[in-house]
């Protein structure tokens, strides 16, 4: 079962920053059709680790190869799966053992695109506001030193500085990261870089490389030994590096590309004038909802999606929070039912044969909450509509950084700002009244941003701390469930 695609054929058309587990089951498999269909070999993938060298040193001895395994349950509920074999990435570099290698192949003649999964943290940008953070540690550090960078922001400046030193194209900058408008932030936090080192560079940035943005969606859960001890034994050999993932993929792109493209529509993907309606569907009803249903589920000491949404009064308050509190923040999209795509979304948190985690979603809750949830409160206060679930959402978040379970269990809070928001919450757990507990809570300006200190958001947590504390999860969903 070889992949169609001879790695050895292709050229690096693609620079990938952070080749995880999602790109590995998205970017790339969309990238492997359009390969496949059109015998085009500028677009293999030459993908990047910024800290680990765990995917390169798995990855290389196999050729670069590896499986996806794409799992659901058949109508009898039992799981299945489906495998196919991706051969379109060329090499894998680890950003720290050598930098200068990095840069070398973003200015490379063979590039097209620089495209990013480097999670929302990867941005070095204040959460509630999307600007770039001048004093973020790896930014303050990629400010000093332009030949050795440590975050994406910084590898992307001083290689395009290398290409327009050289006198080499624009290329395209391609974030498939789950934030509002991930094109342009991306193009604000490159530009507010460049800006700080090298004024022309950022005016000819700007004129000439596009920040498409894109929509992503497919469920990826990490790989763990498990899947591939199974994987193997349905391979019948060793793969290392395999990655497991749902049936669903959806792609929508923005048509804007400074130096050619794949046709990713061989692969599932959809290019589209304007990205943000999809992006504001995907992000406030598939990661709103997985959000809270992975603090809930955690403190409720549940495991997986799929366990947490088999509750009855989770799949219903789930359900009720999308139909009466993030539908109507939706704009009408062409060819859309909401209903339907609710529907479809329930059945992909139930998919049995994912075992995702809850605690993989709950990490970095403070860089996912203000696009996830709070942009759809935001929009609910100015149309005066009650904010009563999704105030739950945040208060399962709230509830779940107190590190211990309704069982008892303590776990990790995996969070870059999890010092600071462990200072509020002892700040508020000195006060005896619920409302004033939820204030000083919702006062966490990098998180809340304009809402912090609102005094409407503090009225809607305070009942519903108290009865995540007295009543628990379950009780606490069931009253919100329709
Ligand atoms: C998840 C997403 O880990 C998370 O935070 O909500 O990775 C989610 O699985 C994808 O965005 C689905 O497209």
């Known amino acids: 079962m070889d992949p169609k695609v001879d790695r050895t054929a292709l050229h690096s058309g693609i620079v990938h920053l952070g080749i995880g587990a999602f790109m590995r089951a998205h970017l790339a498999v969309a990238t492997e059709a359009a390969i496949e269909a059109s015998g085009d070999a500028r677009w293999g993938i030459s993908g990047v680790s910024l800290r ?95 030949d050795a960078p440590k975050s994406a922001i910084g590898f992307i400046v001083r290689g395009l500085a290398l290409r327009r030193m050289r006198g080499m194209s624009a290329i395209t900058l391609m974030s498939l990261d789950n934030l509002p408008s991930n094109g342009q932030t991306l193009q604000a936090a490159v530009l507010a870089f460049a800006r700080e080192t090298d004024a022309e560079l950022a005016a000819w940035i700007e004129a000439n490389c596009t920040f498409p943005c894109s929509m992503v969606d497919r469920i990826v859960p990490r790989t763990t030994d498990e899947d591939r001890a199974s994987i193997e034994q349905a391979l019948g050999h060793h793969d290392a590096w395999p990655v497991v993932a749902e049936p669903f993929f959806d792609w929508a792109v923005e048509d804007r590309f400074a130096a050619g493209r794949p046709d990713w529509t061989k692969g599932g993907a959809r290019f589209v004038d304007d990205a943000a309606p999809w992006e504001r569907l995907k992000l406030r009803m598939v990661n709103g909802a997985h959000s809270t249903i992975a603090y809930l589920g955690a403190v409720a000491g549940w495991r997986t999606v799929d366990e947490a949404i088999a509750q009855p009064a989770m799949r219903q308050f789930i359900e009720a929070l999308m139909r009466e509190e993030i539908e109507p923040t939706l704009p009408a999209l062409p060819g859309l039912d909401l209903a339907a795509y609710r529907a479809q979304l329930l059945q992909r948190f139930a998919n049995p044969a994912l075992a995702h985690r809850l605690q993989q979603i709950a990490m970095d809750g403070s860089q996912k909450l203000p696009q996830r949830l709070l942009g759809t409160v935001r929009d609910r206060l100015a149309a005066g509509a009650p904010i009563t679930r999704l105030a739950l959402g945040i208060a399962g978040w709230l509830h779940y950084l107190r590190g211990v379970d309704e069982r008892g269990e303590a776990y990790a809070i995996d969070d870059p700002l999890a010092q600071a928001l462990s200072q509020t919450l002892r700040a508020a757990d000195g006060s005896g009244d619920d409302e ?34 007295e009543s628990g999860v379950t009780t606490t969903a069931h009253a919100l469930a329709r």
């Open 436 to 469: 004033h507990r939820a204030h000083i809570l919702s006062s966490f300006t990098a998180v809340f941003g304009d809402l912090a200190g609102d005094p409407r958001l503090a009225r809607a947590l305070a009942p519903h701390l108290r009865s995540l504390r």
């Open 52 to 146: 680990s060298p765990d995917t390169r040193d798995a990855l290389v001895p196999q050729g670069c190869r590896y499986t996806l395994a794409i799992r659901d349950a058949d109508e009898q509920g039992r799981p299945r799966q489906r495998l196919q074999q991706i051969g379109c990435v060329r090499e894998v570099l680890v950003a720290p053992e050598d930098p200068r290698a990095v840069l070398e192949r973003i200015a490379h003649e063979d590039t097209r695109i620089v495209s990013l999964t480097v999670t929302e943290k990867g941005y070095c940008h204040d959460p509630a506001t999307g600007k770039l953070r001048l004093d973020h540690p790896d930014i303050a550090h990629d400010l000093q030193h332009a």
